[in-house]
Antibody
């Protein structure tokens, strides 16, 4: 069974940083593209960032480009999101998500989701 | 690519059929997925490649369409089907883009 467990969320002041982590189990983590998707309370889904299985290809939403950095450690079955210069509009549940595609640099649809970690940016 | 769902809210009685639509601003072939999200839960994959049901998804969920127009049909609505439904394109990326969601509520 695929399991994705996020951690690292919390309350942070505007302009500060936070690092999210996701530990994966139940599948060959190093074969799959992984994503972060966020959802502001009561709002819809927004793709944030994606990373290829070998970390050679990364992508970001325009809203976070230059402030967020995605990374992964395949030896630890872990995905990360370093979030700098946080803004109030970054307040959301952040989901770790597994892409359907394996052994690919491309993106497709998400076939497994974590339960999410809440990031609140407020003074 | 912008994905536009319709309607925003759909009121349906249990046992009836719900028809949800999603429109893309340009052709995405059949590179479209549908997700269901219930309150307090993560989204769940229902349909991919516009019409292929994901593992474990009941046959009352069906998808159709190609190009720019897509439909999710839920036949004989059960109580557990009342939720928010999102479409997502994966034809041109990044970014992956989601529609704003259609809420299916009890009439």
């Amino acid at each position: 069974e695929v399991r994705l467990v996020e951690s690292g969320g919390g309350l942070v002041q505007p302009g500060r940083s936070l690092r999210l982590s996701c530990v994966a189990s139940g599948f060959n983590f190093d074969d799959y593209v992984m994503h972060w998707v966020r959802q502001a309370p009561g709002k819809g889904l927004e793709w944030v960032s994606g990373i290829s299985w070998h970390s050679g290809s990364v992508g970001y939403a325009d809203s976070v480009k230059g402030r967020f950095t995605i990374s992964r450690d395949n030896a630890k079955n872990s995905l990360y999101l370093q979030m700098n210069s946080l803004r109030a509009e970054d307040t959301a549940f952040y989901y770790c998500a597994k892409d359907f595609l394996h052994d690919s640099d491309g993106y497709s649809f998400i076939d497994s989701w974590g339960q999410g970690t809440l990031v609140t940016v407020s003074s | 690519i912008v994905m536009t769902p319709s309607p925003a809210t759909l009121s349906v009685s249990p046992g009836e059929t719900a028809t949800l639509s999603c429109r893309a601003t340009e052709s995405i072939s059949i590179n479209l997925a549908w997700y269901q999200q219930k309150p307090g839960q993560a989204p769940r994959l229902l349909i991919y490649a516009a019409s292929t049901r994901a593992s474990g998804i009941p046959a009352r969920f069906s998808g159709s369409g190609s190009g720019t127009e897509f439909t999710l049909t839920i036949s004989s609505l059960q109580s557990e089907d009342f939720a928010v439904y999102y479409c997502q394109q994966y034809h041109n990326w990044p970014p992956l883009t989601f529609g704003g969601g259609t809420k299916v509520e009890i009439k």
